[in-house]
């Protein structure tokens, strides 16, 4: 299995709830991101793990909690999130000593 | 510091016309990676470049890091309309990666 995936695809949420966007990898990769994208931006590391350990922590607002259960899966719990918050959120997995990483399609957030 | 500047923005160009898009760093990188985007879709790996003067080849594409390791390049010969999306080159370093800003492809038929 080659493929990171995200679930869900799509999330519309208001400012008072509470998600959790889910991804998933089974290629053994040991470090797992979380990265944010605006429309005709480049991507933007948000938070890293290594061995399911948090390593990397953009300065990420704490209305956003990584979580990394085991190995192979990464969560991003959302709480109070504000409209500008509305990106694209991608998930990406690698070997820690990279080479590239490989990306989930993202799960496409609108706060309203 | 960590910043690597690409460049053009935007490109158009004719269906089986050449293109080429850039990378610079006023910093020695360790390596560099290349990664396109389909629109709509999410970043796709293509490649590493990690050693002075490397130049690699991927069917019609090749990829080349400078021989002071501050820039690179990648060149499409004979584009075809599968080539459009957005090509990023990014700079690791730790567990980070760091994104330029992308080049935009659009190539019309």
């Known amino acids: 299995d080659t493929e990171v995936t995200q679930t869900p695809k799509h999330l519309v949420m208001g400012m008072t709830n509470k998600k959790s966007l889910k991804c998933e990898q089974h290629?053994?990769?040991?470090?797992m991101y979380w990265y944010k994208q605006k429309a005709k931006k480049p991507p933007e590391l948000m938070f890293v793990?290594?061995?399911?350990?948090?390593?990397i922590n953009e300065s990420v607002p704490s209305r956003f909690s990584p979580e990394c259960p085991n190995s192979s899966l990464l969560n991003l719990h959302l709480h109070a999130l504000q409209p500008e918050d509305s990106a694209l959120y991608l998930c990406a997995s690698s070997q820690p000593v990279a080479g590239g990483q490989f990306f989930g399609p993202g799960t496409r957030l609108t706060v309203l | 510091g960590q910043q690597v500047m690409q460049i053009p923005q935007y490109q158009h160009v004719q269906e089986g016309e050449d293109f080429t898009t850039y990378c610079n760093s006023s910093t020695t990188l360790s390596n560099i990676q290349w990664y396109k985007q389909r629109p709509g879709g999410h970043p796709v790996f293509l490649i590493q470049?990690?050693?002075?003067?490397e130049v690699k080849k991927q069917k019609r594409l090749t990829f080349q890091f400078g021989e002071a390791k501050k820039n690179s390049s990648l060149h499409i010969t004979a584009t075809q309309t599968t080539d459009v999306g957005t090509y990023f080159c990014?700079?690791?370093?730790?567990?980070?990666?760091?994104f330029g800003a992308g080049t935009i492809l659009r190539v019309k038929s």
């Open positions: 290629m053994g990769h040991r470090a």
């Open positions: 470049l990690v050693k002075s003067g």
């Open positions: 990014a700079r690791e370093y730790g567990n980070k990666l760091v």
């Open positions: 793990y290594s061995y399911e350990k948090l390593s």
